[in-house]
């Protein structure tokens, strides 16, 4: 019975819950509120709670509502599902807010959700934000931020504070916004859009009654890790290493980036790289990286078979064995066993002991554990630097870092043959070779010998040793020989290097080749050259260069025979010199010239003056301006052409420019020119512009002007000319008449006295062609004896040869006295003997005319070729007046003196 009250009760209680439940179900309401919910916090939201065990839909899974309120405000809302067989199990939510929780108290309100029935909410609060009635605080302090997030600060002032300002360092007002919550709290919001390698203050800015009050935080701006590029290797297949790229810094040195591969700490993280010990097998098999900051985490994977990535470790203990002139073995050691079973591949890297340069960088050798390499074709003499580096031939990877260098020196050998050319010089030929390097004497070279004979008589040589690069020879220009050089050091002599001369006419200095030369333009100080194949090239060419004024300074290059093309530099080229360029085909013969050019590796200006002196011809209204060839010593570029510029002085304009492009012209014409002064100016046109610029001035007359010019000056010169005539006859006119017109002297006739004792020597004239006989009488010049003071002339002082009575017309002897008496009856009056037939008679007479003054005459002359036969009067001849016949008749302002003999012929008296 009591059982069966139990059982109703229990019934009708079950009936009136279902009852209530299908109630609140229609009403929208689910009864399946959270269970045991819990809230923390530290720098986010964590919510837990569990199910109603009691919810008849928990087995069909239900969703729960999360919504977060800041200051009333809801902020936050989100879904929360649990399925099925999560059903039972505790629940947990963790949420971060973007405003720290010391700033203000933050709501969660959480309910469950089925079929669009929900239950009721249950609310769980934070504490509310920190108390700051005392002091001025700035929150979040320290945290870490990612570029391109969006940051919140708080600022929390103290009970009676007014707010100034709040902002982040470096940040203007386009990326800060300023928000206030409450009477006390007011919010910052930064759009952060850059890292910085230090931490970032925010300020807080205050007024008080007493003072302004700065408080701040700090802020870590930076990315979460990025790193990508894992590559994994082994080296002794008994570990793993790892290396990979870091994508970008973080730029968070409070949040080092922590590394880990398989899970295994990396100590090298930092520097990219991880080491693991792991048992290296074949296959492949995936390598993952976990970076992780406190911004994020990245996992980076490599998936590789490691036994087919060997990066060996370094060679040990280089060393170098069996050194010979042009061989030597290298050995060296692994310090890894399993390197004894693999298939090694090894380079030598060769280099110069001095120079450092790379003489073998790749002289590989193969084989399984491989610990030597042997190097050949070494110079004899020669100090050499090696290094060696290793990697897997099958599955290469990667070579292996280089060993430690060893050095060592070859021994010496035999030079190694020279390199030979040759100058022609007229019948001289200079044999030329060059100094051998040091890594081509193998030695110290004591000396040259040099080997010369006709190609027709090879075993007549004639032998000469040198110890310079240079041999000349005087050979016979009709005759082919043969030229022999070789070097010589301790260990012998070099093989011979052989040149051949050819036979060539004696009038041609290099052998019959002509070829046209060309021009050629050098670059960056060098020329680049190039030409056309030759058959008769069997052993390649020769090209050779030297100064063109200068063709002692030869040097020469030899190019294979499958190459056209050579690069010519030279340490003695310089700018502005021209250099001659030849290009020999290289045969068994002679070499034979294929081209010849000319050129400046830098062409240079020309120096102003190039054409001085410069001449200017006027031909009617033109001016021809002409110059001498230019010397190729002057030219310091090529000449293209020349350009004349014509400048009228007068309004100093250019009239006009004449130009020519042919280097070979020597004049310019300025043609149709008015009369007028030019300045003319000759340059000459190179690649480098106008230059040589050489100045003339020039004055273009009309041709009237010119002739009226020409009269004038012929007329000044004629007039002056007259006037120094005639001062010069007047200042000398008594000497100039005397030479031209010599006056005879009048005689004075006294009394005709004849003494008995005294001999007459009278001159007949035959009475047939004569009326009367003329006495003359004759003085020779030359006579030493002077007359008396008193004007006579007396026997005693003549000394000369008297012919017989009537002899005539014959040479008397020699007189010594410059003068001789005269019969007063013999000398006629100036009339009669100016007008006597006689005087016809002397016709042979040779002497000076008489220079006569009015009171005095003198007598000097040669002898004669014809004399007379005197008679002398007893009491001689009486001058009018005494004078001195050795005097000089001079005229006292005269510079000149004129002497003279004079001749003078009396007539006779008729018996």
């Not at 970032?200 to 700065?214: G, L, Y």
């Not at 004899?380 to 099958?394: D, E, L, M, S």
């Not at 081509?440 to 090879?458: C, F, L, M, N, P």
């Amino acid at each position: 019975m009591d059982h069966m009250i139990i059982t109703w009760l229990l019934l009708d209680l079950m009936f009136c819950m279902s009852t209530q439940a299908g109630n609140d179900q229609a009403n929208g309401v689910l009864h399946c509120e959270p269970q045991n919910v819990t809230l923390n916090t530290s720098d986010q939201i964590l919510l837990t709670w569990k199910d109603d065990p009691s919810c008849p839909a928990a087995r069909n899974g239900l969703i729960y509502e999360l919504v977060v309120f800041i200051a009333d405000e809801e902020v936050h809302h989100e879904d929360f599902a649990v399925m099925p067989h999560q059903i039972g199990l505790t629940h947990s939510w963790n949420w971060k807010s973007h405003l720290a929780m010391e700033c203000a108290s933050h709501l969660v309100r959480l309910r469950s959700r089925y079929n669009n029935h929900t239950s009721l909410w249950k609310e769980v609060q934070t504490l509310p934000g920190t108390d700051n009635s005392k002091t001025q605080e700035v929150y979040p302090r320290d945290r870490m931020f990612e570029v391109g997030s969006r940051a919140t600060f708080c600022c929390i002032l103290p009970v009676g504070a007014i707010f100034n300002k709040m902002y982040m360092v470096g940040y203007n007002d386009s990326h800060m916004k300023t928000t206030k919550i409450s009477n006390q709290t007011y919010i910052l919001t930064v759009r952060l859009n850059r890292p910085a390698k230090r931490c970032t203050d925010v300020i807080c800015e205050t007024n008080t009654t007493q003072r302004t009050q700065v408080n701040g935080a700090c802020a870590y701006i930076g990315y979460p890790p990025d790193d990508r590029g894992l590559q994994c290797e082994t080296r002794d297949l008994q570990s793993v290493e790892c290396h990979w790229t870091e994508g970008r810094d973080t730029h968070l040195f409070k949040s080092p980036t922590v590394y880990q591969l398989l899970g295994s700490h990396c100590a090298d993280g930092s520097m990219r790289r991880c080491k693991v010990e792991v048992q290296v097998d074949a296959g492949e098999r995936n390598w993952t990286l976990t970076a992780k900051n406190d911004l994020g985490r990245v996992e980076v994977t490599d998936r590789a078979d490691l036994t087919k990535r060997v990066h060996m470790i370094t060679p040990k203990r280089l060393m170098a064995l069996n050194v010979n002139a042009r061989n030597v073995t290298l050995q060296w050691e692994w310090t890894v066993q399993q390197y004894s079973n693999l298939n090694i591949t090894c380079q030598v890297k060769v280099s110069h002991g001095d120079t450092n340069t790379i003489l073998c960088s790749q002289s590989e050798s193969t084989g399984v554990g491989l610990q030597y390499a042997v190097l050949t074709d070494l110079i004899p003499h020669w100090t050499y630097n090696v290094t060696v580096r290793c990697g897997t031939a099958q599955h290469f990877w990667k070579w292996s870092d280089w060993s430690t260098s060893v050095n060592f020196l070859t021994k010496s050998d035999v030079p190694d043959a020279l390199d030979v050319w040759r100058q022609v010089k007229g019948n001289q030929v200079i044999i030329l070779w060059k100094v051998p390097l040091a890594n081509q004497s193998h030695g110290h070279i004591e000396d040259y010998e040099v080997t010369w004979a006709k190609t027709t008589e090879r075993e007549q040589q004639n032998t000469a040793l040198v110890l310079n690069c240079s041999f000349s020879l005087s050979l016979n220009t009709t005759e082919e020989y043969i030229v022999t050089v070789t070097a010589r050091n301790m260990n012998g002599k070099s093989s011979p290097s052989t040149i051949t001369i050819p036979s060539r006419k004696p009038e041609t200095s290099e052998g019959t080749e002509r070829v046209s030369t060309s021009w050629i333009t050098g670059s960056n100080g060098t020329f680049h050259l190039s030409w056309s194949a030759s058959p008769a090239a069997s052993c390649g060419y020769i090209v050779d260069w030297c100064p063109t004024l200068r063709q002692d300074e030869v040097e020469w290059l030899k190019v294979p025979p499958n190459e056209t093309t050579a690069k010519i530099f030279s340490k003695n080229f310089t700018d502005g010199v021209r250099y001659s360029v030849s290009v020999y085909a290289c045969t068994q013969a002679a070499p034979v010239l294929l081209e010849r050019r000319e050129g400046y590796v830098s062409e240079k200006r020309i120096e102003d003056s190039l054409f001085d002196p410069l001449q200017g011809k006027q031909q009617n209204s033109d001016v021809v301006i002409s110059w001498a060839p230019i010397n190729l010593t002057e030219q310091s570029a090529f000449i293209r052409g020349y350009v004349l510029y014509c400048l009228d002085v007068s309004n100093n304009n250019v009239v006009l420019n004449v130009s020519t492009d042919k280097p070979e012209d020597t004049s310019l014409t300025a043609r149709n020119l008015n009369f007028s002064s030019y300045l003319f100016q000759v340059k000459a046109q190179t690649a480098v512009g106008e230059c040589g610029t050489t100045p003339i001035t020039f004055t273009l007359n009309s041709l009237t002007d010119n002739l009226v010019k020409s009269v004038v000056i012929i007329l000044v010169t004629v007039f002056i000319l007259l006037t120094l005539m005639t001062i010069l006859c007047y200042r000398h006119w008594t000497c100039i008449k005397q030479k031209v017109y010599p006056p005879i002297p009048k005689p004075v006739l006294n009394e005709w006295v004849t003494s008995k004792d005294q001999k007459h020597y009278p001159l007949h004239v035959d009475q047939d062609d004569r009326s009367e006989a003329d006495v003359v009488a004759v003085s020779e010049a030359g006579c030493d004896s002077v007359a008396p003071d008193n004007g006579y002339v007396s026997p005693e002082n003549m000394n000369c040869s008297q012919t017989p009575n009537h002899y005539y017309n014959h040479p008397l002897g020699k007189c010594t006295s410059p003068l001789f008496p005269l019969s007063s009856t013999a000398i006629p009056s100036q009339s009669r003997l100016s007008s006597s037939p006689f005087r016809n008679v002397f016709h042979n007479l040779s002497y000076v005319p008489v220079m006569k003054t009015e009171d005095q005459w003198s007598i000097s002359g040669p002898d004669f070729q014809e004399t007379t036969h005197l008679e002398r009067s007893s009491s001689g001849y009486q001058p009018q007046n005494s004078f001195s016949p050795s005097e000089t008749m001079e005229d006292p302002g005269s510079p000149m003196s004129c002497v003279s003999t004079y001749i003078l012929l009396p007539q006779s008296h008729s018996k």
